[in-house]
C-alpha cells in the first residue's frame, strides 16, 4: 500500500468512524488519479476516469502502452416481455468501478471457455494510449459473426492504440434471436441489437471526451455484420450526429446477408425448428416472450445455400416507436435522404471462403440444381426464367465444366461475389449516384504461407475479413516480416482515415495517391504482395451481377401485423 495513504489513516483516527470512510474514499480516488505520476516502483498501473455513472478505473495493458477499461456498462437490456424492446438506461455507481474483463457476452449457441453468456450483456471496453494529449480521433469497432454470434473483444485494438494517435471502443450487442426477432408488435417492434448498437454510439457522444477522445471525431468500423452494421447505422436517421466516418469491410447494407427479407415469415419458420406452429401473430409473439433463453439459442445456424442468414436487421414496421430503419436499405441509398459520410470500404479477394467447408457437398448439389444457390434476395416470377438465369451464371462461373475439384477457385469466386463482394460495389454504386464523392475502394489479397490454403488448389487466399484481422492484435513472433509490414500498412490506413476523412493523405509514405471511386467502381486500390492503385476491380462479375439485380431484385419488407 502506498505509504502516503498509511500516513493519512494514521491521521484520520482521530474522526469519527463515519467522517474517516469518506476521507478514506476520497484519498483513494485521488491516489487513483495520481497513480501514472508515481515513480515507477510505486505505480499502480491504472487509472481513474468519471464518466456520467460514476467513476471508472482502467488497467495498464501487460504488453502495450495502453489503458484498457473492460465490461463497462453502457446500457440495460429489458427484462421479461420486453427483452425484445430497445435498451434502457446503464446503471450508476458512486464507488470505483474496477474494469477489469468480467467475460460478459451475449447469448449464443456456442459459449467461448473463459466466457459467460447473460442476457443483460451490454457492455464495452475503452482502450486509451498512455499519453498526455486529448481530443483524440475515436474508432468504434463492432465485432462479426453473422449476428449470432461474437462478442466485443473477440479481437482485441491494443497494438493499435499503442500509435498514440487514437482511442478504440469494442461492445457487444445482442444477437441471434434476443437481438433481431422482428415481429412489428409494441413489445417486438425488431432491430433490439441495432438499437443496441445505437445505444453504444450516444454512450460514446457523452463519455469518451472523460477517456481523452474527441467526440466529433468518430469513426464506426465493421467487417462481415460488423461491415454490414456500420452500413446499416450510416443510413439510420437514429444515429445523426453520433459519429463522421464509416471503415466498412466484407459486407454491405444492400447484401441478401444484411437484412431479413420477410422477418414475419421466417420467425414463423423458426418457431416451427422449435416444435411450434403459431395459429397468428399474436400466438406467435407470445411464444417468443415466453420462451427460456436457452431455447432461444439452443438451435444452430444454418448456412442456407442461398446465402441468407436468417435473424439479421429487419425494416421496421412504423408502430408509434423510435424506428432503426424505415425503409429497405436500397430504397434509402436510391432516394440520397441520407447524411453522406467518408466511406473506406473493401473486401477481400476470396471472402468466399467463408463457404468452403461446404464445398464437398455443394459441388453436388451445384451440378444438380444450380438455381437453389442463386441469392435469396432475387425473386422469379416464372420457374422458366429462374432456370435460365441460374444456368447463365453457372456458364459464367464454370463455363460448360463440371463442377467439381478442378474449379473450386470458381466456387470461391462465386460466393466472394454473391455475399460479399457485389453488395459492396452496388452499395458503392448507389452512393455516388446519391452525391457521395468520398468513397474509397479497395480490395486485400495479400498473402504469405500462413494464409488459408484452398482445397484442391494448391494456392493461399486471403480469407473472409482478412483485412480486419490485419488491424488488430497478434502474436508478432510469429508472424513474416511481409505481413508485419501489411499489418503496419492497414493501420496506416485506418488511423488516416480516422484523422482526416483520407486513406491516404498527402505526405503518405506507404500509400500511392488514392482518389476516392467513381460511379463505375474506380480505382481500386489492392493491397497484395504490393500496394498499387487499380483502374477497377472484378468489372466483368459487377456488371453480370448489376443486369441480374436490376431486372429480378427483391426489396425486403417489414414485418406484416397478420399471416
Given at each position: 500500500m502506498n505509504t502516503a495513504y498509511i500516513k493519512f489513516h494514521t491521521h484520520i483516527s482521530q474522526y469519527s468512524t463515519v467522517q474517516a470512510l469518506r476521507l478514506s474514499k476520497m484519498l483513494?480516488?485521488?491516489?487513483?488519479?495520481?497513480?501514472?505520476?508515481?515513480?515507477?516502483?510505486?505505480?499502480?498501473?491504472?487509472?481513474?476516469?468519471?464518466?456520467?455513472?460514476?467513476?471508472?478505473?482502467?488497467?495498464?495493458?501487460?504488453?502495450?502502452?495502453?489503458?484498457?477499461?473492460?465490461?463497462?456498462?453502457?446500457?440495460?437490456?429489458?427484462?421479461?416481455?420486453?427483452?425484445?424492446?430497445?435498451?434502457?438506461?446503464?446503471?450508476?455507481?458512486?464507488?470505483?468501478?474496477?474494469?477489469?474483463?468480467?467475460?460478459?457476452?451475449?447469448?449464443?449457441?456456442?459459449?467461448?471457455?473463459?466466457?459467460?453468456?447473460?442476457?443483460?450483456?451490454?457492455?464495452?471496453?475503452?482502450?486509451?494510449?498512455?499519453?498526455?494529449?486529448?481530443?483524440?480521433?475515436?474508432?468504434?469497432?463492432?465485432?462479426?459473426?453473422?449476428?449470432?454470434?461474437?462478442?466485443?473483444?473477440?479481437?482485441?485494438?491494443?497494438?493499435?492504440?499503442?500509435?498514440?494517435?487514437?482511442?478504440?471502443?469494442?461492445?457487444?450487442?445482442?444477437?441471434?434471436?434476443?437481438?433481431?426477432?422482428c415481429l412489428g408488435t409494441k413489445d417486438v417492434p425488431g432491430n433490439a441489437g441495432m438499437k443496441d448498437q445505437v445505444a453504444l454510439l450516444r454512450w460514446v457522444k457523452q463519455n469518451i471526451a472523460s477517456f481523452g477522445g474527441n467526440p466529433d471525431e468518430v469513426t464506426i468500423v465493421g467487417c462481415s455484420a460488423g461491415g454490414s452494421s456500420v452500413d446499416l447505422l450510416m443510413i439510420s436517421k437514429l444515429t445523426k450526429g453520433l459519429f463522421k466516418r464509416v471503415i466498412g469491410m466484407s459486407s454491405a447494407n444492400v447484401g441478401v446477408t444484411s437484412v431479413q427479407l420477410d422477418p414475419v415469415e421466417y420467425a414463423r419458420t423458426q418457431a416451427r425448428r422449435f416444435n411450434y406452429d403459431a395459429a397468428n401473430l399474436h400466438d406467435l409473439e407470445q411464444f417468443y416472450k415466453n420462451a427460456s433463453s436457452a431455447l432461444l439459442i439452443s438451435d444452430p445456424p444454418i448456412f442456407n445455400k442461398n446465402s441468407s442468414v436468417g435473424f439479421t436487421p429487419c425494416v421496421e414496421r412504423d408502430i408509434g416507436q423510435e424506428m432503426f430503419l424505415e425503409d429497405s436499405p436500397f430504397n434509402i441509398l436510391k432516394s440520397g435522404d441520407y447524411v453522406k459520410y467518408p466511406v473506406l470500404y473493401g473486401f477481400t479477394e476470396r471472402d468466399?471462403?467463408?463457404?468452403?467447408?461446404?464445398?464437398?457437398?455443394?459441388?453436388?448439389?451445384?451440378?444438380?440444381?444450380?438455381?437453389?444457390?442463386?441469392?435469396?434476395?432475387?425473386?422469379?416470377?416464372?420457374?422458366?426464367?429462374?432456370?435460365?438465369?441460374?444456368?447463365?451464371?453457372?456458364?459464367?462461373?464454370?463455363?460448360?465444366?463440371?463442377?467439381?475439384?478442378?474449379?473450386?477457385?470458381?466456387?470461391?469466386?462465386?460466393?466472394?461475389?454473391?455475399?460479399?463482394?457485389?453488395?459492396?460495389?452496388?452499395?458503392l454504386n448507389l452512393q455516388v449516384n446519391?452525391?457521395?464523392?468520398?468513397?474509397?475502394?479497395?480490395?486485400?489479397?495479400?498473402?504469405?504461407?500462413?494464409?488459408?490454403?484452398?482445397?484442391?488448389?494448391?494456392?493461399?487466399?486471403?480469407?473472409?475479413?482478412?483485412?480486419?484481422?490485419?488491424?488488430?492484435?497478434?502474436?508478432?513472433?510469429?508472424?513474416?516480416?511481409?505481413?508485419?509490414?501489411?499489418?503496419?500498412?492497414?493501420?496506416?490506413?485506418?488511423?488516416?482515415?480516422?484523422?482526416?476523412?483520407?486513406?491516404?493523405?498527402?505526405?503518405?509514405?506507404?500509400?500511392?495517391?488514392?482518389?476516392?471511386?467513381?460511379?463505375?467502381?474506380?480505382?481500386?486500390?489492392?493491397?497484395?504482395?504490393t500496394v498499387e492503385l487499380k483502374p477497377t476491380v472484378i468489372p466483368l462479375r459487377a456488371t453480370l451481377w448489376d443486369l441480374i439485380y436490376a431486372l429480378f431484385y427483391r426489396n425486403p419488407i417489414p414485418p406484416t401485423p397478420g399471416f
Open positions: 483513494a480516488i485521488v491516489l487513483l488519479c495520481a497513480s501514472t505520476l508515481l515513480p515507477a516502483s510505486e505505480a499502480q498501473e491504472s487509472k481513474l476516469v468519471q464518466i456520467n455513472q460514476g467513476p471508472v478505473i482502467g488497467h495498464k495493458a501487460q504488453d502495450e502502452n495502453v489503458f484498457v477499461f473492460n465490461s463497462i456498462p453502457y446500457a440495460t437490456v429489458p427484462t421479461g416481455a420486453q427483452r425484445f424492446k430497445a435498451p434502457l438506461a446503464p446503471p450508476t455507481w458512486v464507488e470505483p468501478f474496477d474494469a477489469i474483463d468480467k467475460g460478459i457476452i451475449c447469448p449464443q449457441f456456442s459459449v467461448p471457455a473463459g466466457k459467460t453468456a447473460q442476457e443483460d450483456c451490454l457492455v464495452a471496453s475503452v482502450y486509451v494510449p498512455n499519453t498526455n494529449k486529448t481530443n483524440l480521433p475515436v474508432m468504434i469497432i463492432i465485432h462479426g459473426g453473422q449476428f449470432l454470434v461474437g462478442y466485443g473483444d473477440v479481437t482485441t485494438p491494443r497494438q493499435l492504440v499503442n500509435s498514440q494517435k487514437v482511442i478504440v471502443v469494442t461492445f457487444n450487442y445482442r444477437l441471434g434471436i434476443h437481438g433481431f426477432l468466399g471462403l467463408f463457404r468452403i467447408d461446404y464445398f464437398d457437398t455443394w459441388k453436388n448439389d451445384m451440378n444438380k440444381n444450380f438455381s437453389e444457390f442463386l441469392p435469396a434476395d432475387l425473386t422469379f416470377k416464372d420457374p422458366i426464367i429462374k432456370e435460365l438465369v441460374a444456368e447463365t451464371v453457372k456458364k459464367f462461373y464454370f463455363g460448360k465444366q463440371v463442377i467439381g475439384n478442378n474449379n473450386v477457385l470458381q466456387y470461391v469466386d462465386y460466393f466472394t461475389d454473391v455475399i460479399f463482394a457485389y453488395p459492396m460495389l452496388r452499395s446519391a452525391g457521395n464523392h468520398k468513397m474509397y475502394l479497395h480490395e486485400y489479397s495479400f498473402v504469405d504461407n500462413d494464409s488459408a490454403l484452398i482445397p484442391y488448389a494448391n494456392i493461399r487466399g486471403a480469407a473472409h475479413c482478412a483485412q480486419g484481422f490485419a488491424a488488430v492484435d497478434q502474436n508478432y513472433s510469429n508472424l513474416s516480416d511481409q505481413y508485419k509490414n501489411m499489418k503496419s500498412i492497414i493501420r496506416e490506413v485506418w488511423i488516416n482515415f480516422a484523422t482526416t476523412g483520407n486513406p491516404a493523405p498527402e505526405g503518405s509514405t506507404a500509400l500511392p495517391r488514392w482518389p476516392p471511386a467513381n460511379a463505375n467502381r474506380s480505382p481500386c486500390m489492392e493491397f497484395g504482395q
